[in-house]
């Protein structure tokens, strides 16, 4: 066996073949050996006319993570940062005693600024940034969404909009403080000063635009 090739029936393949850091081998037939360049960055795997490919990824969602509520905060970390925007649907959301739900990011818990309920009264979250009340006899629905997410600034605009069925209550709103200025990587669902549990799904997709 001749140190540095793979040994094969043919008598090895040509480490030259793989010329560049990244670089995939393939079949681009039977028994032949082929070399696939790496792509550009956030590009993907694909199958183009049976052979592998990069290619850049289509308009649309893609699911991140599933994550099942459950204690006074639950955190979703590790969030990808190769889309345009993020979707996060918080689904079937209750509570054990009557409280108000949070959020924050990266874990930072100050320096949220902006509108939310019904009546958009300007709020400043010293704690974390408010979403609405909760009670123990209903469930909250509610989607957040993120553009930017990926971008180090602390100036960018996260929307939200949902409501409970406990009492018919709606909730929206818009901050454009987030506190981190750093790419969001991490999201938190959380109650006032932790005095309720909570249960429920949080689902974040990856959106390219």
């Known amino acids: ?9 043919e008598g090895g393949i040509q480490p030259t ?11 681009s037939s ?5 070399r696939l360049a790496i792509g550009s960055s956030a590009q993907v795997l694909t199958v183009a006319s049976g052979v592998p490919a990069w290619a ?41 005693g009557t409280t108000t739900i949070m959020y924050k990011v990266n874990g930072i818990t100050s320096g949220y600024y902006g509108f939310y309920g019904a009546a958009a009264t300007l709020t400043a979250g010293t704690t974390n940034a408010v979403i609405g009340a909760m009670g123990t006899s209903g469930k909250g629905n509610y989607q957040f969404e993120l553009p930017n997410y990926a971008v180090a ?8 909009f949902g409501a409970n069925d406990q009492t ?3 909730a929206w709103g818009q901050y454009a403080n987030v506190g981190s200025s750093a790419a969001i990587t991490s999201f938190t669902l959380t109650t006032t000063a932790g005095t309720a549990t909570l249960t429920g799904t949080i689902k974040i997709y990856g959106v390219t635009a």
């Open 1 to 9: 066996m001749t140190a540095g090739r793979i040994p094969s029936i």
């Open 17 to 27: 073949l793989l010329s560049t850091t990244g670089d995939i081998m393939y079949a």
């Open 30 to 34: 039977a028994s032949n050996p082929a």
């Open 56 to 96: 850049t990824p289509t308009a649309g969602a893609t699911l991140l993570s599933t994550t099942t509520v459950s204690g006074t905060a639950t955190t979703v970390s590790g969030i990808s940062g190769s889309y345009d925007k993020l979707i996060i649907y918080m689904t079937d959301i209750t509570a054990n």
């Open 153 to 160: 600034t602390n100036m960018r605009p996260v929307r939200f």
């Open 168 to 170: 018919g209550d709606q």
